[in-house]
């Protein structure tokens, strides 16, 4: 799986970061800064709460957008 996200620097909300996902699961995303070797994981404590994590002093979070189920169609 490889998607492009921006992460919101809580300190300096106008500077995102961009990554790519390398590996999501249920608690943890771990990305990758483009055009670099560097990679870092993101926690969450539950499903419902924003991904956060460390990067050189600077503190990010990723609050996946919630995923909308498709309406079923019904065939006649």
Known sequence: ME???KLT???RP???LEVEIERVGEATMRVMVPNTVIRFELRRQNEG???EGTLGGRY???DPEPATALPKTRRK
């Open 9 to 11: 620097d809580i300190d």
């Open 49 to 51: 709460a924003p991904f």
């Open 3 to 5: 998607r492009r996200i």
């Open 14 to 16: 106008g500077e995102p």
């Open 60 to 62: 990010f979070t990723f």
